[in-house]
């Protein structure tokens, strides 16, 4: 049976600091009773949600005299369609000495910018991009870590009105063109190299392949990260970015007001399952849902300093450096977790007063194997939220950031994706923190869960669905003229209904439980199974590093059922035999259901995972039952497939 959630709460927020926070500003402004009572309104009186939200988050634009048109579409519903704005306008509204950024590259590099320093950066890379015949609409893709270049870069460009996407270095070379390939990008941004793990890692000849396989390109900028020459051999329309003309003291940067739905950055799916979709988010949807999900979700306020620890290939750097527009210090950080002896994250938390820190669930599942007690050898008395994505994060994992880092603090586990670029459930600084639990629903936003026949349930598994359009929706696909794959892609399970692909519970608390992606579901014996339960059992045990769980079609060359098959990855010196076996599926037995219980449990020397860090189910099962794994591009180790590859343990 299943383990039951603690009634009390890990944590409940100070009435006395409750009322600080924007969250209750906005309350006690509604007359709501409650939040639960705020969320209903947002989500029964859209149009007037959204547009007393623009005015209560102070965004900088013309908001124009309609909010919404054909607000019942979904998709087509058209957001504040009289208003202009500029997203990178509300990122740099403040031109002062204060911190725009610090950035930390491992235990090697710091840099610091003030708000003055970022503003005169932007304004000189715009005038670069001017100069190159950038303007509205073109596109400017960067092929970056995480330094200050790419956010100076991002904002110039979409100051401009021009569209900014991004890939991390750690990518291949195939892999930037299945992304960049489609867009045509006028500019890229490139580096020479990056640290990872205490190694140079030399980006220089990947770089000449992008670049002679990218034909519209007219321009190319190298940051030089690492201290490396160029190629011997110069390649055509390259500058180093030192390199790049000055221009005049006090030149201005150029913010062109847009349409609300005018491109802002094109991002892209895992590209696990085919070449990746070319998602396209715009200034006025990115801006307002951020915002909300930063002051009143967050509590990110003036002078706070928030950090995720992110790479350019994942939404979450797009979230962060939003921070931005609320007056927020961005803490930048590019290399490995777990550096510096594997502390170097909350080296720099203690070192930077980090009041908000991001992290992915498996960082914290890492970290607590490793023995980490931040709480006790850091200081962290600035650390008011801890934030966590990627995959949900497991009741064991809340316990731990409550007992090894603080006792006192939002953790705020949160979940939406690229495809929003943002969250539909996530946390909440007026509402108790329950163990397993997210927090609530997003204001404005209609989510829901739905059963196989599209009825709403509660306390039950079912398909998380949001019932009603926000501004934040995708205003389409790149190269998707008539919408079909946009459709396709969340309205083909219900009409007129967003189907998000998370297999999810709301709970008693109207919290939400991710039970992992709907497509990696399993189902022995026609009972759906979520991988996370499995996960959450098997990582507890001490040998087990990580596990990875899918459905195994069985008898061979049948489709009508599955048997659950186990991958899991041991510690240095633990071996899998018998009686480790019989204690994983005890383990499982007793803290599920005997459907969860693998046939087979299985050991791997690693597991495949995106570049953002998500293990990729489907791509193992695909090697498993011998079928094509497209685009191993997307993955940050596609060599761990090899060791998934016809193995003997799963022929009988």
Request: net charge negative.
């Amino acid at each position: 049976m299943n383990e039951a959630i603690a009634p009390l709460p890990l944590w409940t927020p100070d009435p006395a600091k409750t009322a600080a926070t924007r969250m209750a500003q906005l309350i006690a402004a509604r007359g709501a009773a409650d939040y639960g009572e705020l969320w209903q309104w947002s989500v029964d009186r859209p149009a007037d949600f959204w547009s007393t939200l623009w005015d209560f988050c102070g965004v900088v634009g013309d908001k124009g005299a309609r909010v919404v048109v054909d607000g019942d579409r979904m998709p087509g519903a058209r957001w504040f369609p009289d208003a202009r704005l500029n997203y990178a306008e509300n990122l740099l509204q403040r031109r002062d000495t204060g911190e725009a950024l610090v950035f930390w590259g491992e235990d090697k590099v710091r840099r610091r910018l003030s708000r003055a320093a970022l503003y005169a950066e932007v304004a000189r890379f715009q005038q670069f991009l001017i100069a190159a015949g950038v303007g509205e609409g073109d596109r400017v893709a960067g092929y970056l870590p995480n330094l200050p270049e790419t956010l100076i870069a991002m904002l110039a460009t979409t100051a401009l009105g021009a569209i900014w996407s991004s890939a991390s270095p750690d990518f291949g070379v195939q892999g930037v063109l299945d992304r960049f390939g489609q867009i045509e990008p006028k500019v890229l941004v490139c580096v020479n190299g990056y640290w990872y793990n205490g190694k140079m890692v030399d980006c220089r000849e990947k770089n000449a392949a992008v670049i002679a396989q990218l034909p519209s390109l007219r321009q190319t900028v190298v940051v030089p990260y690492l201290d490396c020459e160029p190629l011997s051999e110069p390649l055509p329309n390259v500058l180093a970015w030192s390199d790049m003309p000055s221009v005049v003291p006090d030149q201005e940067v150029l913010f062109k007001r847009l349409a609300f739905d005018h491109p802002l950055f094109i991002m892209f799916s895992s590209g696990t399952t085919g070449v990746p979709k070319c998602i396209v988010h715009c200034h006025g949807g990115v801006l307002l849902q951020h915002l909300k999900e930063h002051q009143l979700h967050s509590d990110v306020r003036p002078g706070d300093r928030l950090f995720y620890f992110t790479t350019c290939g994942w939404m979450m750097w797009n979230w962060l450096v939003s921070g931005l527009a609320c007056g927020a210090t961005l803490l930048l950080y590019d290399g490995s977790p777990f550096a510096a002896g594997g502390t170097v994250l909350f080296d720099y938390a203690a070192a930077e007063g980090m009041t908000h820190f991001g992290t992915s669930a498996k960082f914290i599942d890492a970290a607590a194997k490793l023995g980490l007690s931040p709480g006790r050898t850091h200081d962290l008395g600035a650390l008011r939220a801890m934030f966590s994505t990627g995959s949900p994060l497991s009741p064991e994992g809340f316990d731990w950031v409550y007992s090894e880092i603080k006792k006192d603090i939002l953790l705020a586990s949160i979940s939406g994706g690229t495809d929003i670029v943002s969250c539909f459930v996530l946390g909440n600084p007026v509402l108790p923190v329950y163990r397993g639990e997210i927090q609530c629903r997003g204001l404005g936003m209609a989510v829901d869960v739905f059963d196989d026949g599209g009825r709403p349930v509660r306390g039950e598994k079912g398909e998380l669905v949001c019932t009603r359009p926000f501004p934040v929706m995708p205003v389409g696909f790149w190269n998707d003229p008539d919408g079909k794959k946009y459709r396709a892609a969340y309205f083909e399970r219900f009409d007129n209904i967003w189907c998000h692909g998370d297999f999810s519970e709301l709970t008693a608390h109207d919290g939400m439980i991710i039970y992992g992606r709907s497509d990696a579901t399993l189902n022995p014996g026609g009972v759906r199974i979520g991988t996370a339960e499995i996960y959450r059992q098997v990582e507890q045990l001490p040998e087990i590093l990580e596990a990875l769980v899918i459905g195994q079609d069985w008898p061979p060359g049948r489709n009508d059922d599955v048997r659950v098959v186990l991958f899991v990855r041991l510690c240095e010196g633990a071996v899998l035999d018998d009686e480790l076996i019989e204690r994983v599926k005890r383990k499982i037995r007793d803290n599920t259901t005997p459907r969860h219980v693998p046939a087979k449990v299985v050991q791997v020397q690693d597991i495949p995972r995106t570049k953002s860090g998500k293990i990729v189910e489907l791509a193992v099962r695909n090697v498993v039952s011998e079928q094509p794994v497209k685009n191993v591009e997307a993955l940050a180790n596609p060599e761990a497939l090899e060791f998934f590859r016809k193995r003997q343990e799963l022929a009988n």
